[in-house]
C-alpha cells in the first residue's frame, strides 16, 4: 500500500462539497447585483432619484426653451419679410395706378408724384431735376421696378 502523504491544508475533501447549497449562494449574474460582489468590487451605492429628475427636467428645459427661442427668431424673420412683401405690393399697385406715359423698364429707378388733384404720376425726372419749377405738390416715392415686376421701395414720403 502506498504511502499517503499528510495533507497539507491546500486539499479539499470534493465529497464534502454539497453542489445544490453552493449554487444557493452563487449569483448567476453577478453584473446585475444591486451590491458589489467580490470583496475588491466597486462599491455600488443607490442614486438620489429625485436629483436626478430635477437634473433630467432642467436640462430639459433648457433645451426646449433654446429651441423655442431659435423657432422665435425664425418667425421674426419671416414676419419681417412678410411685412416687407406687403409694403412693396401696396407701392406696387400705387404705382400701377399712377398715369405712366412710358414702359418701365426692370432695374430702373423711377419717381412718384402726386399731382394737386390727387392722383399719382410715375416719372423718370428725379426731385432734384426739376429746377425751380415743380409740376407735382409733392415726391411720394422713389421705387426701383423688380423682375417680379414689384416695386422696391427705395425712398417714401407717405
Known amino acids: 500500500m502506498p504511502e499517503q502523504e ?6 479539499i475533501d470534493v465529497s464534502l462539497i454539497d453542489l445544490e447549497r ?21 462599491p455600488i ?4 432619484q429625485g436629483s436626478i429628475k430635477t437634473n433630467a427636467l432642467e436640462a430639459m428645459y433648457d433645451q426646449t426653451d433654446m429651441h423655442m427661442g431659435q423657432i422665435y427668431e425664425q418667425m421674426e424673420v419671416l414676419a419681417r419679410q412678410a411685412r416687407a412683401i ?16 412710358f414702359d418701365p423698364l426692370i432695374n430702373r429707378v423711377y419717381y412718384l408724384y402726386e399731382r394737386a ?8 425726372v428725379a426731385p432734384n431735376e426739376w429746377g425751380r419749377s415743380r409740376p407735382y405738390r409733392r415726391h411720394v416715392a422713389t421705387a426701383r421696378l423688380m423682375a417680379d415686376h414689384t416695386w422696391e421701395v427705395m425712398e417714401a414720403n407717405f
Open 45 to 48: 451605492r443607490p442614486e438620489d
Open 22 to 42: 453552493m449554487k444557493e449562494k452563487v449569483a448567476e449574474n453577478p453584473g446585475l447585483l444591486p451590491y458589489a460582489h467580490t470583496v475588491g468590487g466597486v
Open 6 to 11: 499528510p495533507p497539507t491544508g491546500k486539499e
Open 86 to 101: 406687403q409694403e412693396r405690393k401696396a407701392i406696387s399697385e400705387r404705382i400701377y395706378q399712377a398715369e405712366m406715359r
Open 117 to 124: 388733384n390727387g392722383n399719382d404720376v410715375l416719372s423718370l
